[in-house]
């Protein structure tokens, strides 16, 4: 699908972005993933006024982010952990490259919003997610938590495939206020 | 909410439906037996002076505000006599109202019953001795005084009662209230009320009489904000009221509107015996004045605030947005629906336009308002509810055959309502279209849209004729007088009860219904028989015929491969937005004398459920005696991008044509949430609106829906839910992430 038909399908909501001061959210997969055409797509919703997010778990290189960043308002940069060797075992990726994406956004100047997953059993221990927030404060001033969630269960078992979080529950809701009280206390807001 | 509020309200859902206004009946024997020789205008007025004379008078420990039917459980002996008597004396052609109108509430507060009834009889006194048009007009006026006087001695015996109640109660307090009800019950509605209890006494006191004397449902609170604000000021400034205060009066009177309606929702269990069961009362706030400024007031968010803190069925609030509606307020709106309030919202921009389109003048136009459900009108100023159903399915089906039904089929159970209130629906017609081509003539698309249109624009003309013929020869015919003329203005100077001739605006609401059924059909034709040429007309034909028996992977390549309304398509939306226009165009052209001016709709109400049961099964996929589509909305399970892509597809109907409809927009609460939410909200109706979108209902949607949803999935395939960060189609979920949604849902509506 080229650039041209993706804009023509967004322009349809326009006039629900000038009421809402909304606009365009490339989410995931990961935009970054297609940097070429995400930043075609991303700079011609710019040059029609159209607001641009785009969603990332920041696994790319400073040239592919730097390219979407140009033309991008808004960006929801997911950050599950700050343990380098939690990272590396549970992610499959060194954490340092993450960091310094999150980093280059705060730089860049663009607003940034630091989306936390709470997954029990992984940071949902007041000190990985104090860990995650202090660091958060350092580079932006807003947050959101997502709570894991066992939505995609149904699917696993449609695909006939191995569900490898089966043994993962839903965090409890004293986790949740527990992550926002953290937050206060660095000073961060919470989204929804 | 003040504690006896709290106790009025517990004592709301602790009634019993099973209760009868027992002594109505039995007045209306007594007044048949002695007076039935009676001329008819004057029969109705003694039947309004017995019942008002014998009717017992209620107060209830907690009443601030007065006037309620006595109901009681009948014996079984008296229920044997109910049972008989209740063919000839609970619901006469003698004594019968339509309900379905505002009364000029302005008038009833600055003039007082007394003015009125004054006025009648002066007029009936110098009128021309003779003449058979002279001697109607003064049997008229005789039985408008008759009538007021009834009510304002109705409204004494209340008076009185407060005051024997009072001079009997030891509590300082209560002996107060009671005392400051038997000043206002004295007071009004005889005579023009002077502060806000007394208006809201006023209003109350003749709703009640309308409701349960009179016997009718869906009388309308009207703009309640515009008519009281003036007295609220003024008490407000002498301090003899507090903002609490009038909410506690508002809150009073909301809660009597829902006492005499029953519990129970008729349409699944029709319990309460009663002429204004489930009586929908609107009540509009917002809006503009007749000059075309923000009309918005204190009291339009004292009446949302009483509103939304009661969650009631009744009053149903009704918002006007323009676009120089007060900030704030509109803000609150959004709150108060996110929250899971039931308001709906009309586009002044849009209504306001096709009512001058219709050649109301601008200022009165600007006064417009809806009753239930979703009638529009210009309150105080027109007669009782007419109004015609249309099915747009049903010419759609007399186009593919030639002018003959291919499903003449009639619903074996109309619903309760059609029995009980109008018996001038379109279920008792035949259904036969003008020979428009037989299929092999339908060469091209174009050929086919001519032929509907033909049907519609037939259907419409036929309607009109038949309508006029029922009420010249039945309705108008069998009920020449009704107590709300005292309350319509231009009846008393005319001479004329509303219904005839008395009101200075007549029309009749022509509906359309099946819309998107109708286009998502014939959009399924284009594609399948005239572009792909997959299908031929005749197999088509024989396949409906057949109910798609045989059929289900035609039925599925009809329903899926074919392109639906309420996805901001083009093509399907075009050919709706054709229809629509056709059907509107063509109301606009009738104008009959006996019936008034027909205003066009897009709706259905709930009667797209029969809709479908008389129609066979549609080139959509859709099976024979399955409900169509609602409203101006897509058919159910058909629109399948989002909120935005449906409205998108409405927004391009040609509302600007008409005045009244509406349509309900489902969204789960999770998509509102959070601090942004009401916003959120805003600019959904706001971008609907810009884009010439006329009303909406939003309904956070309920668990119920939720559980709907987990029985019969596939209407409910664009069921859209939040989960954190993205949204899912709710019916491809598991049952366990059903079921926590459905209990989140729960949560949120509880508050």
Known sequence: MPVHAVVQMIERDRPFYETSGGGVTLSGGEPTFQPEFAAALLAECRSRGIRTAIQTAGWCSSEALESLLRHTNLVLFDLKTMNPEQHQHVLGKPLAPVIARVRQVAESGRRLLVRVPVVPGFNDDGASLDSILSFAAEVTDQVAFIAYHRLGAAKYRRLGREDPMGQTGEPRPGVLRHAAALAAANGLTVRA | ?751
Request: glycine share 6%; hydrophobic share 40%; net charge negative.
């Open chain 2, 1 to 751: 909410m003040r504690a006896r509020i709290a106790r009025m309200k517990e004592r709301l859902f602790a009634a019993d439906d099973r209760t009868v206004f027992w002594e109505r009946v039995l007045a209306l024997r007594r007044v048949h037996q002695e007076h039935g020789h009676e001329p008819p205008t004057r029969l109705y007025a003694l039947a309004m002076r017995e019942i008002t004379a014998t009717m017992s008078v209620v107060i209830e420990e907690d009443d601030l505000i007065l006037g309620q039917p006595k109901e009681v459980l009948l014996s079984a002996e008296e229920e044997a006599r109910f049972a008989e008597y209740s063919a000839a004396y609970f619901h006469p052609s003698w004594f019968y109202s339509r309900g379905h109108m505002t009364p000029a509430w302005d008038m009833l507060l600055e003039r007082g019953l007394l003015a009125v009834q004054h006025e009648a009889e002066a007029r009936a006194a110098s009128s021309a001795p003779d003449g058979a048009a002279a001697a109607q007009c003064r049997e008229f006026w005789e039985a408008i005084a008759v009538c007021c006087q009834s009510v304002v001695s109705l409204s004494a015996r209340y008076a009185d009662a407060a005051a024997r109640l009072a001079a009997s109660t030891p509590d300082p307090a209560r002996r107060a209230e009671l005392e400051r009800m038997a000043a206002a019950c004295r007071r009004v509605p005889g005579l023009p009320a002077r502060s806000f209890h007394e208006a809201v006494q006023s209003i109350w006191f003749l709703d009640f009489v309308l409701h349960a004397v009179c016997g009718a449902r869906d009388y309308s609170a009207g703009r309640l904000d515009q008519i009281l604000f003036p007295l609220y000021r003024q008490d407000l400034a002498s301090a003899a009221l507090t903002r609490e205060d009038a909410v506690e009066l508002l809150q009073s009177m909301f809660i009597k509107m829902n006492a005499f309606i029953g519990i129970h929702d008729h349409y699944t269990s029709p319990v309460k015996r009663s002429l204004c069961r489930d009586s929908v009362q609107y009540l509009v706030v917002g809006g503009q004045t007749a000059e075309g400024r923000d009309a918005t007031n204190e009291l339009s968010l004292l009446c949302l605030d009483a509103v939304d803190d009661l969650r009631l069925k009744e009053p149903n609030l009704t918002v006007r947005h323009h676009p120089r509606i007060d900030r704030a307020f509109w803000g609150s709106v959004c709150d108060a629906v996110r929250r899971g309030a039931s308001i709906g919202v009309y586009n002044d921009e849009v209504v306001i336009a096709s009512l001058l389109n219709l050649g109301i003048p601008l200022e009165a136009a600007r006064g417009y308002m809806h009753y239930g459900c979703c009638n529009p009108h210009l309150p105080g100023q027109e007669p009782q509810l007419r109004e015609y159903q249309h099915s747009l399915v049903k010419c759609l089906e007399l186009a593919l055959t030639n002018g003959r039904d291919p499903y003449p089929v009639k619903p074996d159970r109309l619903e309760n309502e059609f029995r009980d209130h109008s018996p001038e629906y379109s279920v008792d017609e035949v259904f036969a279209g003008p020979p428009t081509g037989e299929v092999e003539d339908l060469k091209t698309f174009e050929d086919l849209m001519r032929a509907v249109k033909a049907q519609i624009r037939h259907d419409v003309a036929r309607a009109v004729a038949f309508k006029r013929r029922y009420y010249e020869d039945d309705y108008l015919a069998r009920r020449p007088f009704c107590f709300e003329s005292a309350l319509v203005h231009d009846c008393i100077v005319r001479g004329k009860d509303l219904n005839h001739g008395g009101a200075r605006y007549v029309h009749h609401n022509s509906y359309a219904g099946g819309l998107a059924t109708t286009a998502d059909s014939l959009a399924a034709i284009k594609r399948a028989v005239y572009e792909e040429g997959w299908l031929s007309l005749a197999d088509l034909r024989e396949a409906l015929a057949a109910n798609f028996s045989g059929r289900e992977i035609l039925r599925q390549r009809l329903l899926n491969q074919c392109p639906k309304f309420g996805n901001d398509d083009d093509e399907v939306d075009g050919i709706a937005r054709d229809l629509a226009e056709c059907f509107c165009r063509e109301v606009l052209t009738h104008r009959d004398p006996v019936i008034g001016s027909c205003w066009p709709g897009l709706y259905t109400y709930h009667r797209f459920k029969w809709i479908g049961q008389m129609s066979g099964a549609t080139p959509d996929g859709r099976l024979a005696a399955t409900p169509t589509s609602e409203n101006q909305g897509p058919t159910p399970g058909r629109a399948l991008l989002g909120p935005t892509a449906t409205l998108r597809s409405m927004a391009k109907l040609p509302l600007h044509l008409t005045p009244g409809g509406g349509q309900t927009l489902t969204l789960h609460p999770t998509l509102l949430a959070g601090p942004e939410g009401p916003e959120h909200l805003s600019s959904l109706i706001e971008a609907y609106f810009a884009q010439g979108g006329q009303h909406l209902q939003i309904n956070i949607v309920s668990a119920d829906t939720l559980r709907a949803a987990q029985q019969d999935p596939e209407a409910h395939r664009g069921l859209v839910v939040r989960v954190t960060g993205y949204s899912a189609y709710f019916v491809t979920l598991d049952r366990q992430s059903q079921d926590r949604l459905i209990a989140g849902a729960t949560n949120c509506l509880a508050r």
